[in-house]
């Protein structure tokens, strides 16, 4: 069973930062694939970042790259998701998932249905 549980939302304003946490309880989390996913109010998932755990290799949605930063803590097997210079538009609720793909690849899975496991979800609320 694989569980994962999220940390790190809150209000801020435009233009600060806010690190997401996403604490993960698998077997053997090297064999997995973790990602984030964002879905605002009327809106559907949307793909923001993943990371393949066993070599750290890691792919954005356009709109956030250069400005969110996924990473992983291999000692506590937690995802992290630095967002820096957050706007209006990044309000939603963040959601991390994983999904278990032995085998890697290079190719990142960017649709939620791809995505077995996931958490509860952490609301991230950016005021102008």
């Known amino acids: 069973q694989v569980q994962l549980v999220e940390s790190g939302g809150g209000l801020v304003q435009a233009g600060d930062s806010l690190r997401l946490s996403c604490a993960i309880s698998a077997g053997d989390i090297s064999l997995y694939t973790v990602a984030w996913f964002r879905q605002a109010p009327g809106k559907e998932f949307e793909f923001v970042a993943a990371i393949r755990w066993s070599d750290g290799v890691a792919n954005y949605e356009d709109s956030v790259k250069g400005r969110f930063t996924i990473s992983k803590d291999n000692a506590r097997n937690t995802a992290l998701l630095q967002m820096d210079g957050l706007q209006p538009d990044d309000t939603a609720v963040y959601s991390c998932?994983?999904?278990?793909?032995?085998?890697?690849?290079?190719?990142?899975?960017?649709?939620?249905?791809?995505?077995?496991?996931w958490g509860q979800g952490t609301q991230v609320t950016v005021s102008s």
């Open positions: 998932a994983a999904q278990f793909r032995p085998f890697g690849g290079p190719i990142f899975p960017t649709q939620n249905y791809e995505y077995r496991y």
